[in-house]
């Protein structure tokens, strides 16, 4: 039973996962949710409680899938952005979980994703041991440093059709340098 339990729960949501990507937290419905898990909404509430909680389970499960995905190395940060882009090339889904996310919960009244706070501060503390190491320049903090590298690897998921009209043909492989290139600079 309690297999079928988790399986039911990760049916649940990847459904939710592609519904949010889609339509964000406001916009989901919770009835194409389970029709797409093969369940239906009553399984929803009783294993994560409401919609938002839903929403909270898949953005986690993505978090945790960036980690395992593209673990950090802070002693090859230029390659670790590099890395970055390729798996939210891999899973453009991601970037619109996160947008929605911004769009929605930025004001942070929902509270924080635990999940990504435990993976930022993480990443934090291997990049400021990578700083004490003397691998890495400490003109920005630690902290300032992965948003760097984080936004970076984002350059094109982010850049508006008008600047990309303006840059002019350019392929995945000269995106993903300009990245890595760029991170390079950008911590000396």
């Known amino acids: 039973m309690e297999r079928d339990a988790e399986a039911t729960k990760r049916r649940l949501i990847d459904a939710a996962t592609k519904e949010f990507a889609a339509y964000g937290i406001a916009g989901a419905r919770v009835d194409r949710i389970a029709a797409d898990a093969k369940s239906n909404k009553a399984q929803i509430y009783h294993y994560f409680g409401s919609k938002d909680a839903l929403f909270d389970a898949a953005f986690s499960d993505m978090a945790r899938g960036t980690v395992d995905d593209v673990p950090i190395d802070a002693h090859d940060l230029p390659e670790y952005a590099g890395r970055l882009y390729d798996s ?48 890495l320049d400490d003109a920005f903090s630690a902290a300032e440093v992965l948003g760097l590298v984080v936004h970076v690897s984002l350059l094109w998921a982010v850049s508006l059709p008008e600047y990309l009209a303006v840059l002019g043909p350019i392929d995945d492989a000269r995106r993903r340098q300009i990245v890595v290139d760029a991170v390079r600079r950008l911590i000396g």
């Not at 004001?107 to 003397?134: M, T």
């Open 88 to 135: 939210y090339e891999r899973r453009p889904w991601v970037r619109r979980l996160v947008t929605w996310y911004l769009l929605e919960r930025a004001d942070g009244s929902q509270g924080l994703v635990e999940a990504v706070v435990e993976s930022n501060s993480a990443k934090v503390a291997a990049i400021a041991q990578a700083q004490r190491d003397g691998a």
